[in-house]
């Protein structure tokens, strides 16, 4: 939820033609990967301060013993979940 609140305020879907691509694998080990990733919107830039919504989404990645990383890409985010399900 937080990801699409950014996405549509600041994002790939803040204008018309971006695009969000969301996916999802189950490894092996028992670890679940949610890929992120925006195209198609304005520029991105690395935030300067994380947010109330990043602190949000890490606490809960934290209580699944998950970890989620940021890649700021000037064409658009990329975020990979990874926890054990």
């Known amino acids: 939820m937080e990801l699409a609140t ?21 490894v092996i080990d028992g670890r679940v990967i949610l890929r992120w990733l925006e195209t198609g919107g304005p520029a991105v830039q690395m935030p300067t301060h994380r947010g109330f919504g990043t602190r949000v989404i890490e606490r809960m990645i934290d209580q699944l013993k ?7 890409r ?12």
């Open 66 to 72: 998950g970890k989620a990383s940021y890649d700021w």
């Open 74 to 85: 000037p064409d658009g985010l990329i975020c990979e979940i990874v926890f054990f399900a």
């Open 6 to 26: 950014n996405a549509a305020k600041y994002g790939s879907l803040s204008v018309p033609n971006g695009r969000i691509s969301l996916t999802w694998s189950d």
